[in-house]
């Protein structure tokens, strides 16, 4: 003989309260904060050890590692950069922390000096739309199309000497 099978039903409310509390779940997982690392990972203890005059371009590679880039003009300046960001979803993602360490060498190859900055550099480009602004004549869209009719050999122009 079988025996019957009997599943236990929730009631209908806890049911929803628990469907609707999964769907807000799902929803708001899309919005939490994305954080982003990238560049070159700090230590302080490293970065401190750096001293002018007493290290040399071998020192300073051994200790932190190839530069993220070396200055564009000479070799002489070794740029280690890193940068944290903050994304919400898919906004764009925003600094919250940056750090530039700039070691500088003296023609011999030894420090010459270590300079750090940080978030103040980072600048923000708004671009005005879709015009670009210009400095001179502001002419108008038919100025632009018939602004040369006539121009071409006009008297006084400069042209072919006859």
Partial sequence: M?????????????????????ALA??????????????????PMLTEAITPGVDNRESVEKTLGRPTFVGQFSDNEYYYVSRETRQLAFAKPRPVGQQVLRVRFDPAGNVAAVDRTGLELVSKISPE???????????????????????????GAAGPSQ
Avoid: W
């Fill in 2 to 22: 079988l025996m019957p099978t009997h599943y236990p039903m929730l009631p209908a409310r806890p049911m929803r309260l628990i469907v609707a509390g999964l």
């Fill in 26 to 43: 799902l929803a708001t997982s899309g919005c939490a904060q994305l954080k982003g690392r990238q560049g070159y990972v700090v230590d």
């Fill in 129 to 155: 739309g879709d015009k670009t602004p210009t400095l001179g004549r502001h002419r108008s869209f038919f100025e632009d199309i018939f602004g040369n009719i006539g121009a071409v050999g006009a008297p």
